[in-house]
C-alpha cells in the first residue's frame, strides 16, 4: 500500500481562509469581534492551521502545542481532531490517532473527508471490514470535493483484504471521477496482474508511467507484467530504469528473484 497518498488525504483539510483580525487572545493570535463561540473557533482554526503547518515542517512540538491550544478554545472543532490524529500517528501514538480520527467523525458524521481519513487508518491498522464502511459514508457525501480519493483509498484496502474483484470495482469507479489519478492506475495494474490479466494490466501500468512520477513499485511492477507477456526489450528497459532510479529499493533487489503470480 502507499501510505503517502493516505497521509496526504489526511492532511488535507477544508481549513477556511484568512480572516479578518481586530482583536488578539493573549497568545499571540489575532481574532475578529463576534461572539465567543465565533471567537473560539476562529482561535481553534487559526492554530490547527498553524500547527499543520509546524507538521508539515516536521517541528512536531510546536505542532502539537498549537494542536493542543486550538482544542483548547474549541474541542470540537473537527479539523484541529484530524490533525492531532496525523500527528498522533506521527509520533507513535495509535491508540490516541484513533481516537481522534473517530471525533472528527463523531462531528461531522456525514462529510466525505473525515469519513475517509477514518477509514484510511482503520484499514493500515488492520481493520479493512470496519474502514470499507467510512469509505462508503464518505462517498455518500454529495459535496466531497474529491470521491476519487476514497474510491482509491477503498479499492486499496479491498486489494489489502485479498478482494481483488472487490478492488477492481473501485478502482475503475476512481478513474471514472478521475483517469490522472495516479495511485488509482498502479493499483489497478496490480489487481489485474495478480488476476493474471498481464495484457490489461500493462495498458494501466503505462498510463501511470505516462504521468512522469515513476516509483521502485512502479518500475518492478512494470518489469514483472512485460516479462510475463514475453516482452524481454521491455521487461529489460524497466530493469535498467528501475537500477539506475532506485538502486537501494527493495524492488530493485528483487528483481532476480521469481514474480509474483
Known amino acids: ?62 505542532a502539537m502545542d498549537k494542536l493542543t491550544k486550538a ?36 462531528l461531522e458524521p456525514d462529510k466525505g473527508m473525515p469519513n475517509n481519513n477514518l477509514g484510511t487508518f482503520l484499514c493500515r491498522i488492520g481493520k479493512g471490514a470496519e474502514a470499507i464502511r467510512f469509505f462508503d459514508r464518505a462517498l455518500k ?7 476519487d480519493v476514497a474510491l482509491t483509498n477503498k479499492g486499496i484496502c479491498q486489494l489489502r483484504m485479498k478482494d481483488l474483484a472487490g478492488a ?4 475503475r469507479k476512481a478513474l471514472d471521477a478521475n483517469p490522472q489519478d ?10 489485474l496482474y495478480l ?3 498481464a495484457f490489461r494490466a500493462r495498458a ?15 518500475l518492478k511492477l512494470g518489469h514483472d507484467i512485460e516479462t510475463r507477456l514475453g516482452n524481454t526489450d521491455a521487461a529489460q528497459n524497466y530493469r535498467r530504469r528501475l537500477q539506475s532510479q532506485f538502486p537501494d529499493s527493495d524492488q530493485a ?9
Open 141 to 147: 457525501d454529495p459535496f466531497y470535493r474529491t470521491p
Open 71 to 106: 482544542l483548547q478554545f474549541d474541542k470540537d472543532y473537527a479539523p484541529a481532531h484530524t490533525v492531532m490524529a496525523v500527528l498522533d500517528e506521527r509520533i507513535n501514538r495509535p491508540e490516541l490517532a484513533e481516537e481522534h480520527y473517530r471525533r472528527a467523525v463523531q
Open 195 to 197: 488476476n493474471n490479466d
Open 204 to 218: 494501466f501500468i503505462q498510463r501511470f508511467d505516462a504521468l512522469g512520477q515513476p516509483s521502485a513499485d512502479s
Open 168 to 171: 477492481e470495482g473501485s478502482l
Open 1 to 62: 500500500m502507499r501510505l503517502e497518498r493516505w497521509m496526504g488525504a489526511a492532511l488535507a483539510l477544508a481549513l477556511a481562509g484568512c480572516v479578518t483580525t481586530t482583536t488578539d487572545n493573549g497568545l499571540g493570535a489575532a481574532l475578529p469581534r463576534g461572539n465567543v463561540h465565533q471567537e473560539a473557533e476562529d482561535a481553534a482554526r487559526i492554530h490547527t492551521q498553524l500547527g499543520q503547518r509546524y507538521l508539515a515542517q516536521g517541528d512536531l512540538q510546536t
Open 253 to 261: 533487489h528483487a528483481l532476480d528473484a521469481p514474480a509474483s503470480p
Open 182 to 191: 495516479g495511485d488509482a492506475l498502479l493499483h489497478l495494474a496490480k489487481v
